[in-house]
């Protein structure tokens, strides 16, 4: 079965620079969240889309922002990065439409991010 | 949004049922409760969910209590690929999404 794809998944940033996470949900799939996990630390939401429409937000730093293209694909966009960035970086989708369980996500990979 | 509360750590052996215990004290009455499972540098993965009473799939059950301020995921005859982190998050909802707030996880070691 598909799941969730993301890219790249390293990616080294030095301090200042900016970077590009990008996300594609799985087929039929009209929400999309992301979720930052530090070192040692447990996952913590972002931001989310439905339909293409920012949802919710979490903890993100002005710096992050982020969208859902036409295709559902999804991009992180962070800038002025900093040490503490340094993390692993989730995708996660679900459908309310496609049947399951109300709760469950699909996780991506992730995106393994070190800034120097 | 509050955070649900679980052991920092559990040791079992290989073949014993572990049973790891959540507490939900802000549930609100429409969530439903979920438990996922994470290995390193692995995304979270879904294990079970449930509202009420008890629920059981092909890896786990699930236990709710009437009041639903707690739930109890239970593994039968672990192994050690179940070593792993075991995290049952706060639900919240947005317009159309349902965003995952997760606590401090249940570290589970699995020895032979």
């Known amino acids: 079965a598909a799941g969730v794809i993301q890219s790249p998944r390293h990616l080294i940033k030095e301090k200042r620079e900016t970077a590009t996470l990008k996300c594609y949900p799985i087929?039929?799939?009209?929400?999309v969240y992301w979720y930052q996990q530090g070192p040692g630390q447990d996952p913590q939401f972002l931001i989310s889309?439905?339909?293409?429409?920012?949802?919710d937000k979490g903890s993100i730093p002005d710096r992050f922002s982020a969208q859902q293209f036409s295709d559902y694909h999804s991009e992180l966009n962070m800038s002025s990065l900093e040490l503490g960035d340094s993390a692993l970086y989730f995708c996660?989708?679900?459908?309310?439409?496609?049947?399951?369980?109300?709760?469950?996500?699909?996780f991506g990979p992730g995106t393994r991010l070190t800034v120097l | 949004l509050a955070k649900t509360t679980q052991p920092i750590s559990m040791d079992s052996y290989e073949g014993q049922e572990v049973n790891i215990t959540c507490s939900h004290n802000?549930?609100?009455?429409?969530?439903?409760i979920t438990w996922y499972q994470q290995f390193p540098s692995q995304g979270p993965r879904f294990i079970i969910q449930?509202?009420?009473t008890k629920v059981t799939n092909e890896v786990a059950s699930l236990f709710i209590p009437a009041d639903r301020k707690s739930s109890t995921l239970s593994l039968p005859r672990v192994s050690l690929s179940d070593t792993a982190v075991y995290y049952c998050?706060?639900?919240?909802?947005?317009?159309?999404?349902?965003?995952?707030?997760f606590g401090k996880g249940t570290k589970l070691s699995v020895i032979p």
């Open positions: 996660a989708s679900s459908s309310g439409l496609a049947g399951g369980s109300p709760n469950e996500q699909f």
């Open positions: 087929p039929r799939h009209d929400t």
């Open positions: 889309f439905y339909e293409k429409m920012q949802s």
């Open positions: 802000n549930i609100a009455t429409n969530d439903y």
């Open positions: 449930g509202y009420k």
């Open positions: 998050p706060q639900g919240g909802s947005g317009a159309g999404s349902y965003q995952l707030t």
